[in-house]
């Protein structure tokens, strides 16, 4: 519902939606790319690539330590208003990748730095981290953070 819109009309937008939340107790799916408007409306973030979960988490927990290549490399592109200095945003490298069939291996493979074997032979399902966050990786968060 913010697709396009000015900075000080996408805010009204956002308040209202929250005054309509309070209001009624209620609660909002909101499906955005923007990560910022995600971060201020929700409590809980499932981030989807190529039409599977690839990751599931409370906001805060999303933000500070993310799991998935994919959700590392949407964060890595987003300017962050509580650096200093000046850090290079980076980009997703590849193209998504073509869905006319369901695939029998990971559909993040083409654009990932941490590809496996495993990850040629088998689409990962969700596993959990912790008792509130899960990942569809094959590789673990660990070795990631090591990598990086």
């Known amino acids: 519902p913010t697709t396009a819109l ?6 009204q937008i956002v308040d209202l939606v929250k005054q309509i939340r309070d209001e009624f107790g209620m609660a909002i799916i909101w499906i955005s790319h923007d990560l910022g408007i995600v971060a201020e409306l929700a409590d809980r ?5 190529a039409g599977y979960i690839i990751e599931s988490s409370p906001v805060f927990e999303l933000y500070k330590e993310p799991a998935h290549p994919y959700t590392l490399g949407l964060l890595g592109s987003l300017p962050r208003m509580d650096e200093t200095g000046y850090r290079r945003l980076t980009s997703i490298e590849g193209l998504p990748p073509i869905l006319k069939e369901k695939p ?5 493979i083409n654009r990932c730095g941490y590809v496996t074997e495993r990850c040629r032979r088998e689409n990962p399902a969700l596993i959990p981290i912790n008792d509130n966050h899960s990942v569809a990786c094959w590789v673990d968060t660990q070795t990631r953070k090591e990598r990086a």
């Open 6 to 11: 000015d900075v000080t009309i996408q805010a």
């Open 45 to 49: 973030v499932i981030v989807m690539y």
């Open 104 to 108: 029998d291996f990971c559909p993040f």
